[in-house]
């Protein structure tokens, strides 16, 4: 059964800190493990991660991919209220859709 | 742009009724999924479609229909509401599955009494 688990549950940090979020997923014909973000309403795209060993960034924000362990992680450098959120993580797999893990709560205390 | 549009916004449905929730995209995707989203949770699968006229049960398909006549829409139906079909729902699509990302709508926040 394809299964995605991410650590740590929830995550209360002060401005200005870096932060790591962990996926570990186990899936059926893997194809890409993809990063969305959450705040109140419908999760936003962040990356896509098809190949290990390739770092992707967007600004302060970058991820990794090990196929090889089957794990990625996000990380977010500086961090600032706005980046307070649910950061879901989801496997692309042969199922025609994505399986999601249950997400991360990020919170920033100014 | 629209993208991925659901409506209602918001439902209060009492036990025993049926609703239709909408969603309509309008890039042309052949992908489109309804979502469930529980407090504290994940996304969880109800249903899929991967062109019109194809559908497929998801992880949670059990008290819920779809339909996917045209490429845009894909109405997920419920019938006979219960207080465990509270939830919030999003539909998503995507022109090529793990390949290309899922776009969400901004969900329907459904509350069954």
């Known amino acids: 059964e394809d299964k995605v688990v991410q650590s740590p549950l929830s995550l209360v940090v002060h401005e200005g800190d870096t932060v790591t979020l962990n996926c570990s997923y186990e899936?059926?014909?893997?194809?890409?493990l993809l990063w969305y973000k959450q705040e109140k309403k419908a999760p936003t795209f962040l990356f896509m991660l098809t190949s290990s060993g390739i770092e992707k960034k967007s600004g302060r924000l970058s991820s990794i991919l090990d196929k090889k362990e089957l794990f990625s992680i996000l990380n977010i450098t500086a961090t600032q209220t706005g980046d307070s959120a649910v950061y879901l993580c989801?496997?692309?797999?042969?199922?025609?859709?994505?399986?999601f893990g249950t997400g991360t709560r990020l919170t920033v205390i100014p | 742009n629209a993208g991925v549009t659901q409506t209602p916004k918001f439902r209060i449905l009492k036990i025993g009724q049926s609703m239709t929730l909408q969603c309509t995209q309008d890039?042309?995707?052949?992908?489109m999924y309804w979502y469930r989203q529980d407090p504290g949770m994940g996304l969880k699968l109800i249903y899929y479609?991967?062109?019109?006229?194809?559908?497929d049960k998801g992880e949670v398909p059990n008290g819920y229909n779809v339909s996917r006549s045209t490429t845009e829409d894909f109405p997920l139906r419920l019938e006979l509401a219960a207080p465990s079909q509270t939830s919030v729902y999003f539909c998503?699509?995507?022109?090529?599955?793990?390949?290309?990302?899922?776009?969400f709508g901004d969900g329907t926040r459904l509350s069954i009494l």
């Open positions: 890039m042309n995707h052949n992908y």
């Open positions: 998503a699509s995507t022109s090529e599955t793990g390949i290309q990302p899922q776009h």
């Open positions: 479609s991967v062109g019109a006229g194809i559908t």
């Open positions: 899936v059926t014909n893997f194809r890409s």
């Open positions: 989801a496997t692309g797999g042969g199922a025609n859709n994505l399986f």
